[in-house]
């Protein structure tokens, strides 16, 4: 039996839908500039792929709208609250 996920975005909510394009994977990295220095946050995007939305880390996004959204918020937390 074929086993159907549903995804809703993790900015405004939206239901994702069968025949929705343009969905967006977002995931909170972090980047070592040199040993020693603290991390540094990074943002990573990438096109919707039914394969990368199964990890349990991703964030899914309705559209460049809530992408840009949750660009703005991240560029706006700290450091902590990214580690959440
Ligand atoms: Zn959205």
């Known amino acids: 039996m074929a ?6 975005c993790d900015v405004c909510g939206k239901p994702k839908s069968e025949e929705a394009a ?3 994977l977002v995931w909170n990295d972090w980047l070592s500039p040199k040993q ?3 991390d540094q946050p ?3 995007v ?10 349990a880390n991703v964030k899914h996004l309705c559209g460049a ?15 902590e609250d990214l580690l959440e």
């Open 65 to 79: 709208r809530c992408a840009q959204t949750l660009m703005d918020r991240w560029m706006h937390a700290s450091n």
């Open 36 to 38: 020693g220095d603290p």
């Open 46 to 55: 990438t096109r919707w792929n039914a394969f990368l939305s199964h990890d």
């Open 42 to 44: 990074l943002l990573k």
């Open 3 to 8: 086993w159907t996920e549903t995804y809703s």
């Open 22 to 24: 343009d969905w967006w």
